[in-house]
């Protein structure tokens, strides 16, 4: 399996930007795809993932309503769509994939990032105020 990120950039806050994660390798459609990040100096954060078995989203309370995740399965790729960009969500972003599916299921999305086993080389995002 191989995850490649793309997109990141340096934006104004209220700012947008789009990353892209392109999967390959995925024998099925039993895995789900995750958006984390990690600010110098802090925990990698959960993000967003998209199940892509029942295309179930779930959303960090820090980006609900801001972020959006999709997937484009015929080019295999997922998107996460950052709008209303705040300096907090300077991070290096990863796409992580997980299948089977375990952590982007459920009622209540815990985000745990072991979860995942396969991780792309992250994207740096920066915003500025």
């Known amino acids: 399996v191989q995850l490649v990120e793309s997109g990141g950039g340096s934006v104004q806050a209220g700012g947008s930007l789009r990353l892209s994660c392109a999967a390959s390798?995925?024998?099925?459609?039993?895995?789900?795809i995750g958006w984390f990040r990690q600010a110098p100096g802090k925990g990698r954060e959960a993000v967003s993932c998209i199940n892509m078995l029942d295309d179930t989203t779930y959303y960090a309370d820090s980006v609900k309503g801001r972020f959006t995740i999709s997937a484009d399965e015929d080019e295999n790729t997922v998107y996460l769509f950052m709008s209303s960009l705040k300096p907090e969500d300077t991070a290096v972003y990863y796409c992580?994939?997980?299948?089977?599916?375990?952590?982007?299921?459920?009622?209540?999305?815990?985000?745990?990032?072991?979860?995942?086993?396969?991780w792309g080389q992250g994207t740096q995002v920066t915003v500025s105020a």
């Open positions: 992580a994939g997980e299948s089977p599916i375990d952590d982007c299921t459920g009622p209540h999305w815990a985000g745990d990032s072991y979860e995942y086993n396969y």
């Open positions: 390798g995925f024998r099925s459609v039993d895995y789900a």
